[in-house]
């Protein structure tokens, strides 16, 4: 198990690397990832000095990282392997800066998303490099303190565990047939490279998710009370807030849903906007409740994809603390991860915010 800055096969230095000025950056890769392989570590070998390139294969070599990354004070961290890998790290570097712990009164360092994920919807939000090319450039560009601009993004506190989205229900349901899809009928070869990203979510459509919403119902009865941390306000299509406020402890909705989703962050996987008013407001989410029929969702995808589609059906919502509770277990999903079943789960807004290397602008 390697939690030690990762050596590579091919240790010579670039001479770039050698003259760059002195912006400490690290690179932590997710081993488990499908794109992070030797070809892209040995890449980023010749742009990131060996100690500065870090490979996390578990939680505890998580951990240890994240210790050593606060130890050394980098200012920049990239994390690469997808939104669970950058939610992971984030919600351990938090904890470790707790009041209590060894590193209490340290800042945080600022975060930089490489696309190497299957969704990437984070490396959306912050206009990320595409390809192997792409990345590299994201990467020399934050050493050579060459990054256009940042942005200061909420989190979701979600069981102690701080992301940029989740969700129950439809969409839930997709990403835990997703899982099953690759690891049942992915399992190695061509057909696994396939089935690991979008023709595995294709398939899970396919194969899982509209066969069981054919014989099985959609729509479950739901509650959602507005937490204690302050007023909750229901969005118009415009992203304004429309009618009276609603106090803390109020009911926000009560009634038959598909789907209940939050966001501090616009968007899903494949640059699908699923949250068009998240990060507008300070602190607050934007929390998504769908009533839709599924010919109608594809019948408008392109609109709804880009974030263009307000039907009746779609409830949109300005909160920062709210209690989710489903008459029955419904699909579970947090930061595009697959969370099993869920009945009741409460969403906040975390007390901490991020700061986000932004690549707007930036030539790839």
């Given at each position: 198990m390697l939690v030690q800055?990762?050596?590579?096969?091919?240790?010579?230095?670039?001479?770039?690397?050698?003259?760059?000025?002195a912006h400490k950056v690290a690179v932590l890769l997710n081993a488990n990832a499908r794109r992070v392989d030797a070809q892209l570590v040995k890449a980023l070998s010749h742009v990131v000095p060996e100690q500065d390139l870090f490979l996390s294969r578990s939680e505890l070599?998580?951990?240890?990282?994240?210790?050593?990354?606060?130890?050394?004070?980098y200012p920049m961290v990239f994390t690469g392997g997808g939104d669970g890998t950058f939610q992971g790290f984030v919600s351990e570097v938090f904890r470790q800066l707790e009041p209590r712990g060894r590193f209490a009164g340290k800042r945080a360092p600022r975060f930089g998303v490489l696309?190497?994920?299957?969704?990437?919807?984070?490396?959306?939000?912050?206009?990320?490099?595409?390809?192997?090319?792409?990345?590299?450039?994201?990467?020399?560009?934050a050493r050579a303190g060459e990054v256009p601009s940042h942005r200061r993004m909420d989190l979701l506190m979600v069981d102690g565990m701080r992301t940029a989205f989740a969700g129950m229900g439809v969409d839930g349901k997709l990403?835990?047939?997703?899982?099953?899809?690759?690891?049942?009928?992915?399992r190695g070869g061509l057909l696994k490279k396939m089935l690991s990203g979008p023709g595995g979510y294709f398939s899970a459509v396919a194969l899982k998710t509209v066969p069981h919403y054919l014989s099985?119902?959609?729509w479950v009865e739901c509650e959602i009370i507005n937490g204690q941390a302050g007023e909750a306000y229901r969005v118009?299509?415009?992203?304004?807030?429309?009618g009276a406020p609603i106090a803390p402890g109020q009911r926000i909705f009560q009634g038959k849903l598909m789907m209940a989703?939050?966001?501090?962050?616009?968007?899903?996987?494949?640059?699908?906007?699923?949250?068009?008013?998240?990060?507008e407001r300070r602190g607050m989410m934007h929390l998504r409740l769908g009533q839709l029929h599924a010919t109608s969702v594809l019948a408008n995808l392109p609109k709804l994809w880009a974030g263009r589609w307000?039907?009746?059906?779609?409830?949109?919502?300005?909160?920062?603390?709210?209690h989710v509770r489903f008459a029955r277990p419904m699909p579970f999903h947090v930061g595009g991860d697959a969370a099993g079943y869920r009945d009741d789960v409460r969403l906040s807004v975390a007390p901490e915010t991020v700061e986000l290397l932004d690549f707007h602008g930036a030539v790839h």
């Open positions: 800055p990762l050596r590579s096969v091919d240790t010579r230095q670039n001479p770039s690397v050698a003259g760059a000025p070599d998580c951990r240890r990282i994240v210790q050593t990354v606060l130890e050394r004070n696309k190497l994920g299957t969704g990437n919807g984070l490396a959306t939000y912050v206009n990320a490099g595409a390809g192997a090319d792409g990345i590299l450039q994201d990467v020399v560009r990403l835990n047939d997703f899982l099953w899809v690759k690891d049942n009928l992915g099985n119902p959609t118009g299509p415009q992203g304004n807030p429309v989703a939050a966001a501090t962050m616009p968007f899903y996987g494949y640059g699908f906007r699923m949250f068009p008013f998240a990060g307000f039907p009746e059906g779609i409830h949109d919502f300005y909160a920062q603390d709210v």
